[in-house]
């Protein structure tokens, strides 16, 4: 393939790369849209009844109806701005603008009016995802994929009309759109979600994402004055067989300590990530690697698979992702949408669809082979009632009630102590990746270490439970493998149901007989961070009497090793002010 085939996308070249497309389509219609299951006779059917049985109390949701991707998020003079994907009259996918919602501390939202709607030739048949760039002068622009009405994808930009208003209601899509049109060898239905741009070597630089048949792109372009755009000869990165690469993003991180960067920023100490959404599995992966400025060329590490097995930021329902650079406290923070796991006919009468995770800030890890991430500190202004649990021993079978908070709604942290790594069972590399070891032994198949950890979102009688583990292999003498699965099979029997058994590797040396875990547990999802944010799963379960006061939370041991929770702290979490008229 030659990727050379570029030029400046000016108006008139764009309109005729228009026509020489259709033509080659043979004057069919692109296909429309293949990452959302579509259904038209929902897509417009507004609900005024909204069921709270599994709203979340304190993830961002607004009142009503059908959210996926985080757009744009960035903080503008000491205020977060967070857009997102919305289906103003649905709770299934359809009708897609940009909604937009303020906050001063990332927890407490206020919903603002739409700032990006279908109204143009360049946008009219949808407004897709994309990313803040600021400016030199503190000068917010948004670039953004719209769709024409043939359903050719294109990249856009919009800009505050009023830049001394903190809240940036209102944008304006200037006449010159779109900036980047898909010219001659660029696959005009898988063209889109533009990253954050970055300067560098006297150029503004953005990625988009793509795919040629199945191999996944990252298509780079550049701009001197961020409005004339030209495509690199090659892409930053492309992977064969990973299909289509949606909301790629691609940002630096420190090689040592917990500070965030700018995304332009460049260095001795700087390493790169890039990361992907693959459409064909609706899961993400990133690598970590080098960004050569010059050749502009991301090569990522060795230490990463570079494909369908790749570090995942989240092993659970967690896509679209992005980040951005929180230049209020130095930090580069992680947005990502967790999809609704009940059948669609259950969203649209409930009346609502998707949520976004609880912001967490990201670094790299000191061994400089992953990424670690934690909940952001501000999420800990809802903690209420705390309950602590001393140092209680766990011998097989045995479990232990965490009393005295909310369950369905809970913040808990815990470390567990285990003696005898001796009784771990062998690890067998042919039981392949870690959600098949979770799926073959739940939380009640007895192992040798674990499997030990919590049940959330559990009846008192077991009936219904979200169990969230650890089950550690012996590899050979001092080496070992650690699991930790989310389980949502026992979390209802409701019919039609995606109940996965999540689970992702834990890269940590337990010699020390310890590992710790944190759920953030809100009504129908539960998010945890293994040994300190190595490992993150974040699962949507629908207990159907598991719920409010009904919710109970334990902590377990089914393995043959005694286990000591040396610490177990838990806090009743608040609701937090989500989208609802008012002061932030
Ligand atoms: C272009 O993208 C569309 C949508 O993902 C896909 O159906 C089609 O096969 C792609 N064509 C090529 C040549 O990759
Ligand atoms: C991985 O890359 C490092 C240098 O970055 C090199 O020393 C090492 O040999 C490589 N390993 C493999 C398996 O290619
Ligand atoms: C979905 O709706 C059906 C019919 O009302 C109900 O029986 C079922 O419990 C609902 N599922 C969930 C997960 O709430
Ligand atoms: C884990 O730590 C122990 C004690 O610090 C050390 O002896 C061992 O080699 C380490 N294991 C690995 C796999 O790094
Ligand atoms: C979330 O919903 C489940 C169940 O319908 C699908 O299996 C997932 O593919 C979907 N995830 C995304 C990211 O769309």
Redesign the pocket.
Known sequence: MDWSRSRVPLPAFAAFACCLLVMMLGGSVVPVEASHEIYPELQSVSVTNIKKVHRTGYHFQPPKHWINDPNGPMVYKGIYHLFYQYNPKGAVWGNIIWAHSVSRDLVNWKALEPAIYPSKHFDIGGCWSGSATILPGDRPVILYTGLDKDAIEMQNYAIPSDLTDPYLRHWTKPDDNPLIYPTEGINASAFRDPTTAWFSGGYWKTVIGSRHRRRGIAHLYRSKDFLHWVKAKHPLHSVPNTGNWECPDFFPVLKEGKNGLDTSSLGENVRHILKVSLDETRYEYYTIGTYDPKMDKYIPDNTSADGWDGLRLDYGNFYASKTFFDSNKNRRILWGWANESDPKENDTAKGWSGIQTIPRTMWLDSNGKQLMHWPIEEIEMLRGNKVELGKTTLKKGEHVEVKGITAAQADVEVVFSFSDLNVAEKFNPSWGAAHTICAQKGSNVPGGVGPFGIMTLATEDFYEYTPVFFRIFKVKN??HKVVLCSDARPSSYAPGLYKPAFAGFVDV?V??GKLSLRSLIDNSVVESFGAGGKTCITSRVYPQKAIYDNAHLFAFNNGMAVITVEKLTAWSMKNANRNVRGRI
Do not use: I
């Open positions: 001092n080496m040396n010699t020390n």
